[in-house]
């Protein structure tokens, strides 16, 4: 079964900011790259579709099993929290997203 959703090239703009100002260790992470856009792809000839990218906090956080500290000792301020989950801010991760995606 294909699912297709049908969205115009400025959908992806008008879709809010999905993180807000995420400060580590006293430095502010600037998220723009992780912004929505939309491509176009050709899938077969004469079918163009328009892919919209979104991105998740797990491109800058990391889940608490993989912290080596004990979840009760991690700062409140190294957490990440929304509406869905709560995560571990991860530097190293924020790093390979500024270096990796676009």
């Known amino acids: 079964m294909l699912l297709v959703e049908t969205r115009t090239e400025k959908s992806a703009r008008e879709l809010p900011q999905p993180f807000g100002t995420v400060v580590f260790r006293g430095g502010a992470w ?47 301020h190294e957490i990440y929290a929304d509406e869905r989950e709560r995560r571990v801010l991860c530097e190293q991760r924020y790093n390979l997203s500024r270096r990796l995606l676009r």
């Open 30 to 76: 600037d998220l723009s790259h992780l912004e929505p856009f939309v491509f176009k792809a050709v899938v077969a000839p004469g079918l163009e579709v328009s892919v919209l990218v979104l991105f998740s906090c797990h491109c800058f956080t990391k889940s608490f099993r993989w912290d080596a500290r004990p979840a009760l000792e991690i700062p409140e």
